[in-house]
């Protein structure tokens, strides 16, 4: 059994539809089971989803051809149109070459999504009963030496360098190596001691003639005192060698 071209399931394809040149190429589109009552544009469109006109395309509403990106085809055009509409073939079938590039008008197809496709006529725009696309892709684009381009990540003499990541350590105690919680040794003690009584003795000795005798005394005090700490110092040595 064979269906009427009216009611005959529509078929459209297309002889490239992948890594089609940028700079444009020419490719084979046919169909069949179209309505041949309906006069349809074969062209290369944006393509704005089902049920919406696939607008704007190349060539425009090119009724005679002439741009070679899009066909009418019409079994029953107006008058004017009988000898620039391409009629169907049996079956609602047709078979046409159409230009194919990147650019249509401002619109970039490697970006946008475009497709070949069938679509009413000038007469009924608003039928989408003829509506019918085929995706189609363009090739990558590379550089002079053949090869798609690349961001390369910085370098710096031998190193990449690289973004910092996470929180930075700071470290720990003072450039010696040693803890900045580490307690001061006795002699440091000892020492710290000597220094803070030594100006003390020396303001005394210099403000009167008595201060004299409280320099020799506080000088006393001062080796007593040393003396204490250094036996006390040798004491625990002692007891840790031992």
């Known amino acids: 059994m064979t269906g009427t071209p009216a009611s005959a399931a529509k078929r459209l394809s297309v002889s490239k539809t992948e890594n089609l040149s940028r700079s444009g190429e020419t490719v084979t589109v046919t169909g069949s089971g179209y309505n041949v009552e309906k006069g349809i544009y074969v062209a290369f469109c944006l393509d704005n989803g089902p049920g919406v006109l696939p607008s704007p395309c190349g060539g425009g509403a090119d009724m005679s051809g002439g741009s070679g990106s899009s066909v009418w085809i019409s079994s029953n055009p107006p008058s004017y149109g009988e000898d620039l509409a391409k009629p169907y073939g049996k079956n609602g079938s047709f078979s046409v070459s159409l230009?194919?590039?990147?650019?249509?008008?401002?619109?970039?197809?490697?970006?946008?999504?475009?497709a070949i496709v069938t679509r009413a006529d000038h007469t009924r725009t608003a039928d989408r009963s003829q509506d019918k696309r085929v995706s189609v892709r363009f090739a990558p684009e590379k550089t002079s030496g053949g090869t798609t381009t690349?961001?390369?990540?910085?370098?710096?003499?031998?190193?990449?360098?690289?973004?910092?990541?996470?929180?930075?350590?700071?470290?720990?105690?003072?450039p010696t190596g040693k803890l900045a919680t580490a307690a001061p040794s006795l002699e440091a003690?000892?020492?710290?001691?000597?220094?803070?009584?030594?100006?003390?003795?020396?303001?005394?000795?210099?403000?009167?003639?008595?201060?004299?005798w409280w320099a020799i005394g506080g000088a006393f005090l001062?080796?007593?005192?040393?003396?204490?700490?250094?036996?006390?110092?040798?004491?625990?040595?002692?007891?840790?060698?031992?």
């Open 150 to 174: 690349t961001a390369a990540p910085a370098v710096t003499g031998n190193a990449t360098t690289k973004a910092p990541t996470g929180k930075q350590t700071t470290p720990v105690g003072p």
């Open 189 to 212: 003690a000892a020492v710290e001691q000597l220094q803070v009584a030594q100006p003390a003795l020396n303001r005394t000795s210099t403000a009167t003639p008595l201060g004299h």
């Open 99 to 114: 230009k194919v590039s990147q650019m249509i008008g401002d619109i970039d197809c490697a970006v946008r999504g475009c």
């Open 222 to 242: 001062v080796g007593i005192l040393a003396a204490s700490l250094t036996g006390r110092v040798r004491r625990r040595r002692q007891e840790k060698t031992a």
